[in-house]
Each structure stands twice: as structure tokens, then as C-alpha cells.
């Protein structure tokens, strides 16, 4: 029993020692400064993705990380949308576009809302599955 106790004991604190540094890494808090001169942008990028440069556009933009890493979630947002409807699209003519639309629809809603909510934050966090991707650097 005491064995037992000792196991779930180290599996939890094995499962929160991930929790910290699953948590740490991705939702680096960027410069205060940094943050208050491009989020407004970094918001708009994930409201219209077509518009992901914009947050780009100001001259002290370009040397920003803040706006340099939204502006790539932003690419890869625009990616995941426009991708999503094209093979949705297709596959419509076997049927399984038609249940695969609403799943590339809601899951761009949520990191659509996921996007804004790390951008008024002021943190630098990856969307999930599809923020991986670097493109821009």
C-alpha cells in the first residue's frame, strides 16, 4: 500500500514538473514596451490572417520579437485556414468535406481566439498543433 502511495506520489510530481516546463517555455512574456507598441496589431493579424505583415509595418516592428513571432503564428494561421477550406473543398465531392468544413471552421475560430487572447497578454505562445511551424525569422 505504501508502495502504491509512493508511485502516485512521483508520477505527480513527475506530471507537474511537465506542467512547469511545458508552461514556461512557450508563454515567454515579451518586453513591456514591445508589447503595448504592437498589439493592437498583432490583434488585427488574427482577426483578418490575410493581413499577418501588418504587424510588421512600423519601422520599430521590424526589430521587435513580439511582432515578429505573432506575425509568423499569423502565416501559419492564414496557412491552416486557407489549406483547410481547399482540401475540405475537395473532399466535399466524396462526402467527408462535409463533416471536415465545420471541424477546419471551428478550429480556426479557436485559434483565432486563442491568437487575440496570447496577443493582449503580451505573451509570445504557440498555437496549439499548427504553431510549430516557423516561417518567417
Not at 64 to 76: C, D, I, M, T
Not at 101 to 107: E, G, L, S, T, Y
Request: with cysteine.
Amino acid at each position: 500500500m505504501e508502495e502504491q502511495k509512493n508511485t502516485t506520489e512521483e508520477v505527480k510530481n513527475v506530471l507537474e514538473g511537465q506542467k512547469s516546463e511545458g508552461s514556461a517555455q512557450p508563454g515567454v512574456k515579451a518586453d513591456k514596451k514591445d508589447v503595448e507598441d504592437n498589439k493592437i496589431m498583432a490583434i488585427i493579424g488574427y482577426i483578418f490572417p490575410i493581413l499577418f505583415f501588418v504587424p510588421l509595418l512600423g519601422d520599430d516592428s521590424k526589430k521587435s520579437p513580439f511582432a515578429k513571432f505573432h506575425a509568423n503564428q499569423q502565416l501559419v494561421f492564414l496557412i491552416f485556414c486557407f489549406g483547410g477550406w481547399i482540401v475540405s473543398s475537395l473532399m466535399m465531392v466524396i462526402l467527408i468535406g462535409f463533416v471536415l468544413m465545420p471541424v477546419v471552421f471551428i478550429a480556426s475560430f479557436v485559434f483565432m481566439i486563442m491568437g487575440i487572447i496570447h496577443s493582449v497578454n503580451g505573451e509570445m505562445k504557440k498555437l496549439p498543433v499548427i504553431g510549430g511551424f516557423e516561417i518567417l525569422k
